[in-house]
């Protein structure tokens, strides 16, 4: 008979129970239905609401249920629906009647939301271990090329000149802010639903605050009815997640794009690449195209889970129990994606020659010439529209503003004068942008700093 089943007189259709039966993707949250419910039974005697010795039957076969199943000595039943079912069916089975009073002033509607946060919980801490570890490649690739040149980009049109440092470190300021989304979500999150019973708490002399701290929570929920059925703190974690899929997914696309042939900018090591069945030649960036598509699967978590909640009265529902999977892949996904990514910039090889020689082309120092005039001063609108007419006498002549003569320079402004050369100078270009945040290495290095501090606080 079902745990439930006192007010049935019937078995459940087979097809029906398996069709409700979410054990085989709740059992991931063996070790906090555990750990919940050790804390629970240590309330409950406290309380006087269950003996000392109900107490210590209770922990003792919850201790030997876990250590069973990490030993893989633990088959669960789908006839017992789900985790909670099973773990309590187990305990039951092995201790007796001590068993059977676990589940004193609790429900499973505030059992599986305390186990949903606190297993979300534990996973935020390791995705952002992940994301420190990304910090740390990234600040590493970083200092090896502050005085590398190479085009920035605006609409995938060369534009000004940037070290690659300056354009690793964009991406190190967007995985900064995907960790304190991350950061802000567990905090935001840390509130114990426990005790909340099925949605109005209950009649027995509970100690609401010592399982939340027992459990590592800041408080206890403190409307019984929000604390069995929301879920936005799920919902925060898949917005979050999907923001870094979405950073990590342009930061792969231009990783596609910079080893091509077409840049040639990086060239991926052969641990982090693929060949072709039938072109010899090929290696292709597989693990960042794999990285730009799943994003669209985390994406997709977020919007099923959305979608989900958006019509279900108060309090909980069994639509609920849809809300783990969406969750469980995003996390997988993340996970997953992280530390592959890392490997891959960790071992890329970087061309420098490349990244200048491109630089060299496209009149990327046009705005730093019409600077100059503007200096000498030229208003910025007319220095402009002078930079503007001799950059289309180069693309005529097929020269970059550096080639032309002082005589071609002056026969449009007298302002011209031998130091335009200098002001011309890739290198001085980048090198003269120090205006806070930008690619002088000065201003990357304090950039870096700032990242290694980030790091080190959260991961000293």
């Not at 002549?397 to 890739?426: C, I, M």
């Amino acid at each position: 008979m079902k745990l439930w089943g006192g007010r049935f007189s019937k078995e459940t259709d087979s097809l029906a129970n398996d069709f409700q039966s979410s054990i085989r993707f709740d059992q991931r949250l063996y070790r906090e239905d555990i750990q919940g419910s050790m804390a629970h039974a240590e309330m409950l005697a406290a309380q006087g609401v269950i003996s000392q010795a109900d107490k210590a039957a209770i922990r003792q076969g919850l201790a030997d249920i876990l250590a069973d199943v990490e030993a893989g000595k633990v088959e669960f039943s789908p006839a017992n629906e789900d985790i909670h079912m099973n773990i309590e069916a187990l305990l039951t089975a092995r201790i007796g009647e001590a068993g059977k009073r676990l589940h004193t002033a609790r429900s499973r509607n505030d059992q599986v939301a305390l186990d949903f946060r606190l297993y979300v919980r534990r996973e935020i801490g390791t995705v952002v271990g992940q994301l420190l570890d990304l910090e740390k490649v990234l600040c590493a690739r970083a200092k090896e090329h502050q005085n590398t040149v190479m085009p920035g980009y605006t609409h995938l049109q060369r534009a000004q000149p940037v070290s690659f440092a300056q354009h690793l470190l964009a991406y190190a300021a967007q995985f900064r802010r995907d960790v304190t989304r991350l950061e802000d979500c567990r905090k935001r999150l840390n509130e114990c639903p426990l005790g909340s019973g099925a949605l109005a708490g209950t009649t027995y002399p509970i100690d609401r605050f010592q399982t939340a701290q027992a459990l590592g929570f800041d408080r206890p929920c403190g409307n019984s009815m929000d604390g069995v059925s929301d879920r936005d703190y799920a919902l925060e974690l898949l917005s979050a997640l999907s923001i870094l899929m979405m950073h990590l997914s342009r930061f792969a696309e231009e990783v596609i794009l910079w080893c091509s042939w077409e840049f040639k900018f990086v060239e991926l090591d052969e641990a982090y690449s693929t060949g072709s069945s039938i072109m010899p030649q090929k290696k292709n960036p597989d693990m960042a195209e794999l990285v730009r598509g799943k994003t669209g699967r985390v994406y997709g978590d977020l919007m099923a889970l959305l979608t989900v909640m958006k019509g279900l009265p108060l309090a909980y529902n069994k639509d609920m129990q849809e809300d783990k999977e969406p969750v469980f892949d995003a996390l997988d996904t993340v996970e997953q994606c992280l530390p592959v990514f890392s490997g891959m910039l960790a071992t890329m090889t970087v061309l420098p020659e490349n990244m200048r020689a491109a630089a060299g082309r496209g009149f990327i120092n046009a705005t730093d010439c019409a600077d100059y005039l503007t200096k000498k001063g030229m208003p910025f609108r007319d220095a402009y529209t002078v930079t503007g007419r001799l950059v289309s006498a180069c693309a005529v002549q097929g020269k970059t503003l550096e080639e032309l003569t002082l005589e071609e320079f002056q026969a449009v402004s007298p302002l011209f004068e031998k130091d335009v050369y200098e002001a011309l100078k890739l290198e001085n270009c980048m090198a003269l942008r120090r205006s806070f945040g930008g690619p002088a290495m000065a201003e990357t290095g304090r950039q870096l700093r700032e990242i290694e501090d980030f790091v080190t606080e959260r991961n000293p």
